[in-house]
């Protein structure tokens, strides 16, 4: 009895908590995580597996000297809020670091980078 | 009061507390997430204490063990209930139902002894994907049944350290090692008798390790190699503990298990399987299974069980 009921009333209590949610994890990315893109971006596009509050959420972008690229603010896609999007300037080739944080609806932070190349 | 009565009233009361957890205690601040350092997540592993504290439960665990020295057989079915108290202090609950089948005798079924752990949180390394735990482990005495079972009739105090490193911070020239990482445990049982109806109780140091390759790291922070779930979110890995007394004449009789298997996250859940393999000859013989689904609390009730009790 003892745990299992201890586990049992928890679960029963928490049945009024409402809508469950998680962390967001990335899903995939536009260009894609370690990929290689012929023709410089226009947009960085990032897929979570949950919606994403924006005022606690970022996107940066480095050369891979460490050097910042000066871009606008990431925004939400209209339509869905699991997409993150990132306008791009125009990229020279070479390779480039994407560091994301976001924080899900429910509240919980996760974060992430990863790099992508322009070609030449 | 006996200690059985006290545990009783003791859960019942958590319960009571967790269930009227005031709305004032909800922070609208990010909450910090369960077992990430960094870019890396790390499971709750099945056989190996977890390096971070959390709101998460696994019900049930199911344990079918190799063969005993002895000839025996056993399986296990196990609940661990883990709760943060605050964000960097948190208490588990472990227990679990056994059957036994000794060789040439009637089965026998019952709980084993009774177990609680207090944890904190010593530190999260973000960058170099690194945590540490220390913590008290506890099993109490007369909690399981001690004729029939072997449960023990003395209590064991030990404590605990808990390490975890990711190796995304590798450089980029190494990428397919990148999504590898390592917990491990370290422990040491002080148990409150010397002997047991003259049989000794040693002290034992204890020790563990899991050896994980993160698909889920590979396929979103590495290289998008075309994963689609179920896979873009398993670990395969090898988890292995040992335990060595040290003194009363048991010295040097060092019993463990290998156990290599996979765990599948979720969103709200986790499924983990593994082979169990004896490790040492006095461990046992053949080889034996464990299955678990794991919930993760803060995920799937984050506004009220899934938040510490106390947030600062």
Redesign the interface.
Known sequence: MRVFAVAFVLLGLACFDGRASAHAFLNRAVPPVGGSVSTPPKELRLFFSEGIELRFSGVTLATADGKAVATAAAQLDPGDNHQLVLPLPALAPGNYKVTWHVVSVDTHRTEGDFTFTVRP | MTFVAF??RG?GA??AV??ALPACLV????????G?A??R?FPATLLTDDPFVADE?S?PTVTRNPSGPDGSQQTDIG???AKRITPDLGIT???HWTYLQPKGAPAVTG?GA?GAELDYQLFID?PHEAMGLVGLHSTFAHTGRVQALGAPDFTTLSPVLDLGKGFGDLP?SV?WLRPFAITSNFSFDFPTKTESAGVPNPNVFNYGFAFEYSL?YL??????VGLSAPF??MIPLVEASFSTPVNRGLSGTTVGTVQPGVIWAG??IQLGAEAILPATHDTGRGFGGIVQLHL???????????RPLFQY
């Open positions: 545990r009783s859960a958590l319960a967790l269930g922070s609208a601040l990010p909450a910090l997430a369960h990430f960094g870019d997540f439960m019900l609940v661990d209930l609950l472990s227990d709980f009774f973000g980029n990428d889920e396929q979103h922070h590495v290289q998008d873009d979110r969103q709200h993760y609390l803060d995920d799937l009730f984050p506004n009220s069980v899934g």
